[in-house]
């Protein structure tokens, strides 16, 4: 794969923190306020194609025109439509961090009709099934981060629904 | 005979200090709504809308890798064509006309945003010098602009009254502008007198913190024709590098825009700058500058625009009015400045100025700069014949 | 008077995880002059640089502005784009472009990119809303994982396939000197063997983080056809960008959405009177990120059916010796310095127009290639070249 270097090079070591402020934007920002304040999460609906724009936004991407203040509460419930877990903690190349989060991650699809990425509380990948009903588990401190500010989703007691 | 590129509408949003109300992409979104609904276009293949998007801004001052992330639903990218440009935005517009006289595509959006007020302006423009030697002498653009401005004042004789008068004209000219930031009723005096930022660069001699953004449309001339009553048409354009390192830079000549506005004129057909050019719209970080860039683009002799600023011909009124809105040091974000500036010359030509108009304006020059003291430069001519 | 252009210089660096023996600026350095001694040309020659690189990775504001000596910038025109994994091919777009138009008759496109200097922790989250991370809080391994259930439910799909990715393109690897990961592996169990990150996806199944830059020179027809012996026609050129997936970053659990690779290929084959890609088109450079890209990309681009992606690797049609190479040099799975890699796939491809691949040269004369690109939230370009036009 390549010798190692032979020679000493000399390198230049920088840490310069970079502080920004950014603004959430009105949209964005009832998101964080809902999910911070209430332990709600909302989204506005396009009023054109009706599909919920998400996150918030003001111009919906697809139909390309201002998406317009229809907002939704999203349902806290749903079911898993996709999950796995992980085997061995490594090098996440990427996040160029060892990732070494127990929970399982899943695709979940609210019943409000949102598609979220989101972990799952159980562990034991024996207990996961495709279709089980799960809900949403917030943070006991939200830090206004919207979906960041669910823990997980806790597997509940109803009726499986057919994926 | 090939077809020209017409700017057929453009928008800027008024310059603020901290526009915490909204979020990149709807800041721009303000300019780009404006010019969507004045020419009526949406988006769509070649022929049926404008069929693609330049975007311009920085990650580093957005504070966000791939920032065209945070725009892109506002300019029509969804299965669409887009591109991102990370120069002065004037670039953007230079990138757009390739676009089109190509031959590939007729109409095209160009959008450009920074929000200056989320970022710390020194600690961004820091990471711009190089890592090795320079960037550990903790410089930032302001410094090196001191650096610049001491070089050039030495060299030319160029003076700190000069250098006021430039402020003075601008933030006085900015009164006419809606769309300016901050215009004051200043004298040299107050100039003079206000705290110095890093010698000889005073506050008053220097730009406010400032978000904005502007957008415009270019289209091929016959479309162009059909989409407004005024195309403005873009005669030349061009954009030139220079070294890096500004020990190895004359900083008091600025190569690089001496070649860039050579190769503009050429194209523009400008044999006599300042006699065929009616109004300019000049980026000036710093006061000085404005006189540097004069000199750059050949409005005079080298070292000689101390001088032509004395005479008064560049305020209103004067043969060639500079900065007619106001220019940078009245308040206009970098990365935004240059697509500003030719959008200002777009209304100069259209008769649309209002107060800052210059009476019977045909051609006009913006200016757009990126970097250390000017490294990246870029001149554009536009008419309306 | 619009321009035909074609690629007159190719030049890259030899990719390595670490270069510490360069700094960024020196890397290109190597690449732009490696680019000039194949077009025989000096930097004096090039009318415009483009550049392209993801600078946050490295922290640096304005990088084209420090290497504007190194790259030939000096009194020349020229900037830089960015556009997440896609900047290298906007770099070449927008460079064919200026030439094109004729605003200049020569461009220099480089592209970057030295990950042994940058935090890429900060880099890629940071391409998330700065406040808002819509799947950052599974991490980008889960991401691929979510995508490869997808498509195997989807098409049948099994890991072995994977795995028969990441073998051809290790073969292409330890057959060409630039790639960067040359691990020889010996066959399919081995990978196989190999443990899992997060189900079903391995280490083997992602591309490396590289140290490295290419150049390309491009030149309008008159210049080209008097410098060049092999020029290489840039036909075509297509960007098709897209909001982000409904229900994850790479995988489409709905079944709903548009891949951007989908309608940017349609278009471009419709342009260029391409019916059968696979016969009208003789090989392709694609960007995969992953392994399991590859074979949902094989479909994507109408280089097969749906769902029959993982059929191509299993018959070997997209091997060297294939029906229908892909990634004859190893691909995006064995060296990705994101700035450079698809301006690699470009080079590559010509390299192969110009039969100039040495012993990754493909057994099937080309006379048409296609190079693409992936960036941003599934954003596709796509740049068509022909050894005449």
New interface residues.
Partial sequence: ??KE?T?E?I??Q?N?????????????GK??KEAKGHKKLVTNRCTKCKELV??P??????C?VEAGQDWVEMSDKGTV??Y?????P????????Y?A?PYP?A?I?LDSG??L???LEEKDTQKLKRGMRVQAVWKEEGRG????DIEYFRIIEEPEVDK | MAERVGIVAVAQTKYHPNRADVNEGELVYEAIKQVLDETGLGYGDRGKGIDASIDCSQDMWDGRTISNLGVMSYVGAHLADEDKVCEDSINALYCAMARILSGHHDIVLVATHCKESQANKSIVENAAFDPIFLRLLGLDFLAAAAMQSTRYMHKYGITVEQCAKVAVKNRGNAKNNPFAQEPLDITIEDVLRSATLASPIRLLDSKPISDGACAMILARESQAKKLTKKPIWIMGASNCYETHYPGYRELADCDALVKAAKKAYSMAGITDPFKQINVAEISEEYSYQEMLWMEGLGLCQRGDAGKLIDTGVTKMGGQLPVNPCGGMLSGKPTVVAGMANVAEAVLQLRGEAGERQVPKAKVALAHGVTGICGQHQAVMILGHN | MANRVAIVGIGQTFHKSKRPDVNQAEMANEAVRAALTDAQLEAKDIEAVVSANMEPFEGIYLPDHWMASEMAACGKSGFKVATGGTSGASGVIEGFHLVASGLVSTSLVVGFQKHDTSDTQAGMSACMTPVFGAGASTGAISEFANQALVYMEKSGAKEEHAAMVRLKADRGACRNPYAQLKLGLKGVEEILASGHLEWPIRILDFCPQSCGACALILASEDIARKISRKPVWIADTITVHQEPFRAGSFGDPTGRETYSQDVASRKLYKRNGITNPRKDIDIAEIYEPSTWEELMHYEHYHFCDENEGWKLIEKGMTEIGGEFPVNPSGGVLSTNPIGATPVIRVAEAALQIRGDAGEHQVTRDVKTAVATALGGCNWTTMILLRRSI
């Fill in positions: 794969m390549g270097p020679q090079y390198q230049v920088i310069t923190p970079r502080p920004y402020r950014w603004s959430t934007g009105k949209y964005l998101l964080y998400y996150p936004q003001m111009v919906c991407g697809r390309k439509v996709q796995t877990y992980l085997i061995f490594r090098w996440d190349p990427h996040l160029g961090e990732y989060s991650s695709t699809l949102l598609y990425r989101s972990r981060r919207g979906q960041d």
